[in-house]
T-cell receptor, first 116, second 115 residues
Framework: QQQVKQSPQSLIVQKGGISIINCAYE??????FPWYQQFPGKGPALLIA?????SEKKEGRFTISFNKSAKQFSLHIMDSQPGDSATYFC???????????????FGKGTLLTVNP | DGGITQSPKYLFRKEGQNVTLSCEQN?????MYWYRQDPGQGLRLIYY???????QKGDIAEGYSVSREKKESFPLTVTSAQKNPTAFYLC??????????????FGSGTRLTVV
């Protein structure tokens, strides 16, 4: 049961282009949506996160767009650079009580390659 | 510097052996987690713990065991019952509670290989 569906599985972009990664969910109890960046052999690192009461959040070249009615959110990387080449994971947290307050459900990841 | 330390970075296990992966954090976080990462599978939750002396099974707990005797430590044992243990194992922590900070901090991972 995959609660967060991420696409595409892999993405190749030219330097300076825009990278777009999409995620969709079904659980309306999700109330926090982070994106993580992972380089080979390293643990994921939090990149940017959004709550469902806003439609967009921007931090530098990274923007999250959130569509609550469609239950979709996406990561946009503007002016993509070779150093952005990594695996990106979307995730979602449920506002459920008890233990479910703490669990993040992750998408399967997108391998981004930015060619110079 | 605060963070999460996982050790060892690489671990080799023989068939039928139990092995223990270490995870230590000095972030004063209440919650800790273990994830398994396989190519194309994303991150799958093995176990998590909200407080000391308490932990819950995640989605793929079979063949694994954990303990949480100290707030800073959350070791994972991969038992011989785990039939396909070769994977990249990630430990994470988060502040927990209802303060609104839900970001996970991950360690650098342990790559376990069965030989």
């Amino acid at each position: 049961q995959q609660q967060v569906k991420q696409s595409p599985q892999s993405l190749i972009v030219q330097k300076g282009g825009i990278s777009i990664i999409n995620c969709a969910y079904e659980n309306t109890a999700f109330d926090y949506f982070p994106w993580y960046q992972q380089f080979p052999g390293k643990g994921p690192a939090l990149l940017i996160a959004i709550r469902p009461d806003v439609s967009e959040k921007k931090e530098g070249r990274f923007t999250i767009s959130f569509n609550k009615s469609a239950k979709q959110f996406s990561l946009h990387i503007m002016d993509s650079q070779p150093g952005d080449s990594a695996t990106y994971f979307c995730a979602a947290k449920s506002r459920g009580s008890g233990g479910s307050n703490y669990k993040l459900t992750f998408g399967k990841g997108t391998l981004l390659t930015v060619n110079p | 510097d605060g963070g999460i330390t996982q050790s060892p970075k690489y671990l080799f296990r023989k068939e039928g052996q139990n092995v223990t992966l270490s995870c230590e954090q000095n972030l004063n976080h209440d919650a800790m987690y273990w994830y398994r990462q396989d190519p194309g599978q994303g991150l799958r939750l093995i176990y998590y713990s909200q407080i000391v002396n308490d932990f819950q099974k995640g989605d793929i707990a079979e063949g694994y065991s954990v303990s949480r005797e100290k707030k800073e430590s959350f070791p994972l044992t991969v038992t011989s019952a785990q039939k396909n243990p070769t994977a990249f194992y990630l430990c994470a922590s988060s502040p927990g509670g209802t303060g609104g900070n839900y970001g996970y901090t991950f360690g650098s991972g342990t790559r376990l290989t069965v030989v």
